[in-house]
């Protein structure tokens, strides 16, 4: 009898079981890594997502009682513990995410002990997360203790961004004074700044710390001669924000060498930034 109980739970629960392929946040992955590939920001196996998800939502797919494997992740996580991730695969490109979500996408759930991801779907191959799970998940708790609402890490390679760490000082003030002056909107989209990291080896946990320490200050920062990190509530804003520095970025290494005629002075952009009622960081304006 209990058998059969059980039997029909399991049967109802297949039925009930939404197609994971058509998820919203799977979608999202898809539409995002794809965007920002044909934009240049993630050649080859470059850039990485991590998307905090909602457990009651990812239920309506995933049979959250079945771990496919566990991953240790070597690093302390317990502020995430039950927290699920959909993440980036190690060494997987972006530009391949669209056609094959469940080899480059993998969900994980942050285990018990902290230091352990169950994988719930994805890296169909066998692979993990991206080599910089310690950066991300690190990130994470940081934005997380400044925003509860925070759920989207994001990094990549914007080209002019990038051009931008090899002609101007890597000062976070300096930096994010010339990006301010690029676009009239800058001071309003990143009023907190941009913080930057000199030049240092990917894929370890002191890089995560470092970037973690920043993003208690910063939704942005810039790893030197490497990247760009960003974080927000969603895909969009977390997006935004880098579309918007790597514009700013553009307007720079298009003028840079050329005489500058004008610009937007340090009045306006506080006229802006009070306007617009946002939260600057005055000490980066020489007023
Ligand atoms: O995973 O971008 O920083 C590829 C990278 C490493
Ligand atoms: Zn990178």
Redesign the pocket.
Known sequence: MLYNNEKTIFTERRILMKDIFTAPFVKEMQDTTANMYRLGWDERN???ISYMLDEKEVAEYLDLTKVIRTIPTGFDATALIGKIFIVTGTGKYFKNVKDDPETNLGIIRIAEDGTTAELLWGYKDGSKFTS?LPAHLMSHMARLKVNPENRVVM???PTNTLAMNYIHELDEKKFTHTLWEMCTECIVVFPDGVGVLPWML?GTNEIGEATAKKMEEFRLVV?GM??IYGAGKDMDETFGLIETVEKAAQIYMLTAHMPRINTIKDEEMKVLAEFFGVKYRADFLNL
């Open positions: 470059g850039g990485n910089e990094h990549c390679h990917c790893w490497h990247g």
